[in-house]
């Protein structure tokens, strides 16, 4: 088969190796895919194939270099949901990736953070329009971490004062008591996801620093008794596992100038009594509020190992049939 120029795709050498992955994985990717073959000639890549499956793998690879124009540091995900929606028709000319407009969140220490999946896009979009935003989604699903980068956002911006990240130190199946050190050493391993997500989102040095001014505060949850969080970003996470007292206890912590972000999963409680969840109450008592944001992420939204989103359908699928048995 002839190559013509409608199969180059012009990239620069950097995009390229960006596009094509570790060990030319995502290029696999693609190629398993579509059935084409995708070479590298330098100076770009050549996409040979069925013209129709050509076409879909090049709207796939123009997408990609697009996200690495905006500084997008590209993942397996981005590869994945790129494959998985809808391509664009023969007769297009450019093409239309979901991510496209997704828009930037931050800059983090290796390449700009921003919305995988429309509904993530959605969840930053409620993020930026209200003040006190409920995100439920399961595991993975980027809603801490999105909430995170997003107020990192503001505070680089100097729109917040202060980031303040707290969660309810409850048991996953194990007892406090039974961990060696005092309080805050046996309530640290709760606090390690937190900080983990704001080494990746501003390095070490740059949290380090904001840790030490005050800027950045990480707490368990009854630590925010008492006071008035004003000029500040508030994460809740892990809500679902917050009683309904404590609920309206950090609910009602908001002050002037700030505003709030509560994140979990309702099908990951840990309390001993489910129906005491402050998360579920509070979303069928403020849901439909003026000036009150819900995002309600699903597996589709999930961004770690392909896999996980299958294990949670797999759960859930369980759930719903075991309710309708019951039923």
């Known amino acids: 088969m002839a190559i013509t120029k409608e199969d180059f795709i012009a990239l620069s050498d950097a995009c390229v190796l960006a596009i094509v992955g570790p060990s030319e994985r995502y290029l696999a990717m693609v190629e ?7 070479e590298m ?19 796939v690879i123009v997408a990609l270099a697009e996200l690495y124009d905006q500084g997008v540091d590209i993942t397996e995900v981005d590869v994945r949901q790129l494959i998985e929606q809808p391509q664009a028709s023969e007769g297009d000319t450019q093409p239309s990736p979901q991510n496209d407009s997704r828009g930037t969140v931050v800059m983090g220490r290796r390449g700009a953070i921003a919305a995988k999946t429309a509904g993530q896009s959605a969840y930053l979009k409620e993020l930026a329009d209200k003040d006190l935003v409920f995100a439920l989604g399961p595991a993975g699903s980027g809603k801490t971490f ?9 505070l680089l911006k100097g729109r917040v004062d202060k980031l303040i990240i707290t969660r309810p130190a409850v048991e996953a199946g194990e007892r406090l008591g ?8 046996k309530i640290d391993p709760y606090l390690t996801p937190i900080w983990g997500a704001l080494d990746d989102i501003l390095g070490a040095q740059t949290l380090a620093k904001k840790r030490e001014t005050k800027e950045i505060e990480v707490a368990p949850l009854a630590y925010m008794r008492g006071r008035t969080l004003s000029y500040a970003y508030v ?93």
């Open 41 to 59: 000639p330098g100076g770009g890549l050549i996409v040979s194939g069925d013209p129709r499956a050509r076409l879909k793998a090049k709207s």
């Open 235 to 327: 994460i809740i996470d892990e809500a679902q596992n917050t009683t309904r007292m404590q609920m309206k206890m950090i609910l009602t912590r908001l002050g002037e100038g700030s505003k709030m972000v509560v994140t979990g999963d309702p099908s990951q409680i840990d309390l001993p009594n489910r129906n005491d969840s402050g998360l579920t109450h509070a979303m069928g008592l403020l849901g439909t509020l003026k000036g009150v944001g819900v995002a309600e992420l699903t597996a589709e939204d999930i961004v770690r190992h392909e896999l996980v989103a299958r294990i949670v359908r797999a759960y859930d699928n369980e759930h719903k049939n075991a309710f309708g048995a019951a039923g």
């Open 32 to 38: 398993g895919a579509f059935k084409v073959l995708v």
């Open 178 to 185: 039974f961990l060696p050190g005092d309080l805050n050493e």
């Open 146 to 154: 999105l909430a995170v980068a997003h107020g990192v956002a503001l």
